[in-house]
């Protein structure tokens, strides 16, 4: 028999896994010493949001998107090694969604983190505070957007070319 060991991880992880719980701890006695109702309604409030507004919303899109994909999958032209309005395989289905999945992520990140500058509520603050103009980042945001999408379709594109040119001759 084995000797028993639990399944903690390495001690590096382990230190670093108590470094970050000590800094969350810090922040949250730093941000709870001021005004701890407020953030504390914060908290609950994005939670809520988050779990009844925001999750069945792209809960919704990510199925549409599946569907979307399994239903392009359909098609009549027969290629190499399917049957003619054979779908895709499941797997298949789920990593062409990854192709859309990722950069909307992404994208939908980068809103959520910039979007009071990018909707222009805070330009006078953010001016004020930096002299910098708070203009180009609707724009920056949506050139970002582009370029993850547009890229993601690139490799998309790369990827199905390289598995068509792998596959055997159909006899």
């Known amino acids: ?24 701890g810090y922040a949250g006695v730093r941000l709870l010493a001021d005004d701890w109702f407020e953030v504390a309604l914060w908290f609950v409030g994005a939670a809520v949001v988050h779990d009844l507004v925001l999750l069945p919303l792209y809960a919704a899109a990510d199925r549409a998107l599946v569907r979307t994909v399994a239903s392009a999958g359909h098609g009549t032209v027969a290629s190499a090694g399917h049957r003619v309005g054979a779908p895709p395989a499941p797997a298949r289905q789920r990593g062409r969604a990854a192709y859309v999945r990722v950069p909307a992520a992404l994208s939908g990140l980068l809103l959520v983190v910039w979007f009071p500058l990018i909707s222009g509520r805070v330009a006078d603050r953010y001016e004020s505070a930096t002299a910098l103009s708070a203009s180009g980042f609707l724009a920056r945001w949506l050139l970002i957007t582009a370029l993850l999408f547009g890229g993601s379709a690139l490799l998309l594109v790369v990827r199905l070319r390289r598995a068509t040119k792998e596959r055997p001759p159909v006899a």
């Open 1 to 24: 028999m084995g000797k028993f060991r639990l399944p903690m991880g390495s001690p590096f992880q382990l230190l670093l896994l108590a470094c970050s719980f000590a800094l969350a």
